[in-house]
């Protein structure tokens, strides 16, 4: 609810999130915007990377195609998010972790800035920019380690083989369980908020959905309307970095 462009938060809202014990959250970029990490669509524009929308760039036709030229834009991506702090959404939600029983962060951002937060368990759909996996042997390596991030060729040690970002692309398939431990989560939770998405990309857009089937009460915190709006019991048009701390 707005009142003279302030966030205000419903009673009946209020009086949910502090009985509530089984808690579902689902981010997507704009949890981030406000730490200046660029949104994919948010801005009304789509990232361009050397003239190449993202959906290209980021797909997995183009891993096959000009493997060095996703590194390059991964590797761009990485230096831009070294030097980003996690901001007070990020923050608001690794104590949500803490406060309820039974709660799960599922994330489509590859940015690792929840953890940074602080926060312990989070479902990352997309995987993770800080990591590299092996195309044959699927070994995986932390980018953040020293050794690792300093090898320019991004060989695998163990078969010598090309890795790649331990992300998914479009077209690829979530890595294997993550996406239906956060659907068992979704069908059990009493409350379900979706935090800075476009609401978009599927599976992730689905798990709102299947919350409220499930009979939870679904909130959409984002500045713009998205799909999901109409369908969700609340929307709140606010930025997750002033609406969490709210709470
Ligand atoms: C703020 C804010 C502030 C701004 N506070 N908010 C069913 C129907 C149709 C298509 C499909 C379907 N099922 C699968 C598909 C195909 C495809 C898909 O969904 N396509 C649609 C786009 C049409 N999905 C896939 O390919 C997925 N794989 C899959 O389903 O495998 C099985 C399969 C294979 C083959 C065929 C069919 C099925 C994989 C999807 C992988 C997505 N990967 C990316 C790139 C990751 C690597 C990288 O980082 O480069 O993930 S795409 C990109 O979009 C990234 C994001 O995680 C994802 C979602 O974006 P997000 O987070 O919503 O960001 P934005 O920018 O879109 O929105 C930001 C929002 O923030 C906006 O709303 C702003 O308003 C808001 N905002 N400031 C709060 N301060
Ligand atoms: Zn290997």
């Not at 042997?137 to 380690?145: A, H, P």
């Amino acid at each position: 609810m707005l009142v003279n462009n302030q966030v205000i938060i419903s009673a009946e809202l209020r009086k949910r999130f502090a009985d509530a014990r089984r808690v579902v959250v689902l981010t997507g970029a704009g949890v981030s915007a406000e730490s200046g990490v660029p949104t994919f669509r948010g801005g009304g524009q789509s990232a361009v990377w050397k003239g190449m929308p993202f959906d290209k760039i980021s797909s997995a036709g183009m891993l096959e195609r000009n493997l060095a030229e996703v590194w390059e834009w991964f590797n761009y991506r990485r230096e831009l998010i070294e030097k980003i702090a996690p901001n007070a959404a990020h923050h608001a939600l690794a104590g949500w972790e803490k406060r309820f029983p039974d709660f799960t962060l599922v994330t489509q951002n590859v940015d690792g800035l929840h953890q940074a937060a602080g926060s312990s368990d989070v479902l990352e759909l997309h995987g993770n920019l800080w990591r590299a996996r092996c195309k044959t042997c699927g070994m995986k390596y932390d980018l953040r380690d020293k050794e690792s991030s300093e090898s320019r060729t991004f060989i695998c040690s163990a078969c010598g083989n090309y890795l790649r970002p331990d992300v998914v692309l479009f077209g690829e398939m979530l890595p294997a369980g993550v996406f239906e431990r956060a659907v068992l989560k979704a069908r059990s939770c009493e409350l379900c908020f979706v935090v800075g998405t476009s609401a978009l990309v599927y599976p992730a857009a689905a798990l709102p959905e299947i919350a409220g089937a499930a009979g939870a009460y679904t909130v959409e915190i984002n500045p713009e309307l998205t799909p999901l709006s109409d369908l969700c019991d609340e929307a709140i048009q606010g930025k997750a970095g002033e609406v969490l701390p709210l709470f």
